[in-house]
């Protein structure tokens, strides 16, 4: 059985329609239908039952569709794997990103990834911004999505990806809710709410007081969840970023703009990563990255929109562009 005729009827299948099965598969829809024609042929049976411009699997071609979605699923991990190991590069991809960055770049920078090599293990793991710093440096992660505190070093591979804005978290009790923007030291009568581990606790509470000029309480949280239920029950703020303007009000949660010392309520983020310890994978992971972060439609539509990107601009290898 040849596998690309295989692929051709299962899209035709998914999609109820030769069209779209033909724009997806990048052939034109008479080839399609050749192609269709041909395996029926060398299977000896009909696969698809058709009535004028209509058409819907027979039994054989309903079973063929749904375990033939499974084989090709497989034929794509086994020839990426073969592609990844010919060419020497890892089986598996750690992803550190800041944990108060509210964006769906870096899930989506993972998926399209994951769908290039499905056979390459990959995770992203949250964290402060000085836990992802020392994790890169002892190897923990093999890049990571960071805002940047320090002068870039040579050392380092840094891939300017985004300028994003500072928001304070607070209640929709607090004081502060129905302001249009504020500095740390408007917040100091608020606790200070920072997502990391106890023990990065004084390092990053370091940053906010020498920093940001932040004078008052500074308090923990193991995660952005736990941080926002503080937040809701008016316990402290919470600072979070995100490269849209949104000054979103709820009846729960107010964002509002976190201005600096000096005005600025922006942070510059790259993805980082040692030159040491760089690789082919890590720099494609990097580049996807960019480019999504190049595309910048509304939220909404971005969320919508994500994995129509990543079907799309990022095929497997192999795969014919697109």
């Not at 300028?163 to 304070?168: E, G, H, I, S």
Request: glycine residues 6%.
């Amino acid at each position: 059985m040849d596998s690309r005729q295989l692929a051709y009827f299962c899209a035709v299948v998914r999609l109820g329609s030769f069209t779209k099965a033909a724009e997806e598969c990048r052939i034109s829809q008479s080839a399609i239908s050749q192609q269709i024609r041909a395996l029926e042929t060398n299977l000896g049976c009909e696969l698809l039952e058709r009535r004028g411009r209509r058409f819907s699997p027979t039994q054989a071609g309903a079973l063929l569709a749904r375990k033939g979605a499974t084989v090709l699923a497989q034929l794509s991990e086994i020839e990426a794997e073969a592609y990844d190991v010919a060419h020497g590069k890892p089986r598996r991809l750690t992803v550190g990103y800041l944990n108060r960055y509210d964006g769906w770049e870096v899930a989506g920078a993972v998926a399209a990834f994951a769908r290039r090599h499905p056979g390459c293990e990959v995770a992203a793991v949250a964290g402060s911004h000085d836990q992802l710093y020392r994790d890169a440096l002892e190897g923990k992660v093999d890049l990571v999505f960071n805002d940047r505190r320090r002068s870039l070093s040579p050392d380092w591979e840094n891939v300017h990806l985004e300028t994003c804005y500072r928001y304070a978290e607070v209640s929709e009790a607090s004081a502060h809710a129905r302001d249009d923007h504020a500095t740390c030291g408007a917040l100091c009568d608020l606790p200070c709410i920072i997502v990391c581990e106890r023990s990065r606790f004084e390092t990053e509470a370091s940053w906010w007081r020498d920093v940001m000029n932040f004078d008052g309480e500074l308090i923990r949280a193991s995660s952005t969840d736990k941080g926002r239920m503080m937040v809701a029950g008016n316990r402290g703020w919470l600072p979070t970023e995100s490269r849209e303007k949104s000054e979103a009000a709820g009846s729960i949660i107010r964002r509002i703009p976190l201005h600096d010392a000096n005005g600025h309520s922006a942070s510059e983020y790259y993805a980082f990563w040692p030159k040491a310890r760089g690789n082919a994978l890590v720099a494609e992971f990097a580049e996807i990255l960019r480019e999504l972060f190049d595309w910048q439609p509304s939220t909404i539509i971005a969320r919508e929109k994500t994995m129509s990107i990543i079907r799309t601009k990022f095929v497997p290898p192999g795969d014919p562009a697109p």
